[in-house]
């Protein structure tokens, strides 16, 4: 399963990258709010950041502008995705954009009805969004389970991107049903190393080779 991190902090995404176990990158206008920088100076430092697939989202939401700005977007770098809503206009805009080459993602996915007009329409991606529907009292994780048995059976290519993952559980689960891919912030992708046996484990072998370190010198003091 790939990791990506949903994310427009430039510290985040070198941290992330540091660790060599990421995939890519989710933004969105929220996101990129957040760094109140220009939105395309921006995407180009983290596309330099990371190799990967960096989903961009348009700030428009009918199928013109979001054919014009992810064309746009295109030009920002290789390795840019445009990210389009599951509405009519935005699998307008996915048909225009893919006929030109463009990856998309296709983005605020909370149905199975809507992963499946996804796939037909050539997304590149499918983002269900699981914690959102866990916050709406739903089970997120049923429709990503959902949306992986229902692509298998008709071989569909979208990969199916976990989106709004909130904790390591949510990245654990979208592993086990199949997940292409999960994101997530970089708060949860740091909890994923942690292990109250590791720390206790590493605490003690450090405390042993301190010890035997500190006896070594007392002998070779005593040799003289
Ligand atoms: C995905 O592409 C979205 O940016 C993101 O996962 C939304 O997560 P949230 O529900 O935590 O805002």
Not at 38 to 67: F, N, R, Y
Not at 192 to 211: Q, S, V, W, Y
Request: hydrophobic share 45%; proline share 5%.
């Amino acid at each position: 399963m790939e990791f990506f991190i949903d994310t427009a902090s430039i510290e985040e995404i070198r941290a992330a990258q540091s660790w060599g176990i990421l995939d890519g990158v989710t933004t969105n206008p929220t996101h990129v709010a957040k760094e109140g920088r220009e939105h395309k100076d921006l995407i180009q430092e983290i596309c330099s950041i990371c190799p990967g697939p960096v989903s961009v989202e348009p700030t428009v939401a009918d199928a013109q502008g979001m054919i014009r700005e992810g064309e746009e977007f295109a030009t920002w770098a290789p390795n840019v995705v445009v990210k389009v809503p599951i509405t009519p206009e935005g699998v307008r805009a996915l048909r225009a954009l893919r006929a030109k080459g463009i990856r998309c993602n296709v983005t605020l996915v909370f149905s199975l009805a809507q992963a499946l007009i996804a796939a037909k329409a050539g997304g590149t991606y499918v983002s269900p969004f699981v914690g959102r529907l866990d916050d709406a009292g739903a089970d997120g994780m049923e429709l990503v389970r959902d949306i992986c048995d229902a692509y298998r059976h008709y071989g569909f290519e979208t990969k199916v991107l976990a989106a709004s993952l909130r904790h390591p559980v949510h990245v654990i689960q979208s592993a086990l049903v199949g997940c292409h891919v999960a994101t997530m912030p970089f708060r949860v992708m740091e909890q994923l190393f942690n292990h109250p046996m590791t720390d206790i484990g590493l605490e003690k072998f450090l405390a042993d080779a301190r010890r035997l370190k500190s006896e070594l010198e007392i002998r070779r003091a005593a040799r003289g």
